[in-house]
């Protein structure tokens, strides 16, 4: 394991079609403007409704990342 130091942030992710895609978008998304991801923790899973039905799946998860060393 490498020796560093790491930062952990609280996202939430969405999606019309799943949990598993509604953290997928939340890390991919990331991903564009940090670097060195290191690990998602799912910390909730929520839903929204809509007239009695869901309309978007909701993910809230802690994302670490490796804070760069210069």
Do not use: C, H, P
């Not at 978008?25 to 839903?47: C, F, H, P, W, Y």
């Amino acid at each position: 394991m490498s020796v560093g130091a790491y930062k952990i942030i609280e996202l939430v992710g969405t999606s019309d079609v799943s949990w598993e895609e509604a953290a997928k978008n939340a890390v991919e998304t990331a991903g564009k403007s940090l670097r060195d991801l290191r690990i998602a923790e799912v910390k909730q899973l929520d839903m929204k409704i809509e007239g009695g039905k869901v309309a978007a799946y909701r993910v809230r998860l802690n994302l670490s990342f490796k804070y760069e060393v210069k």
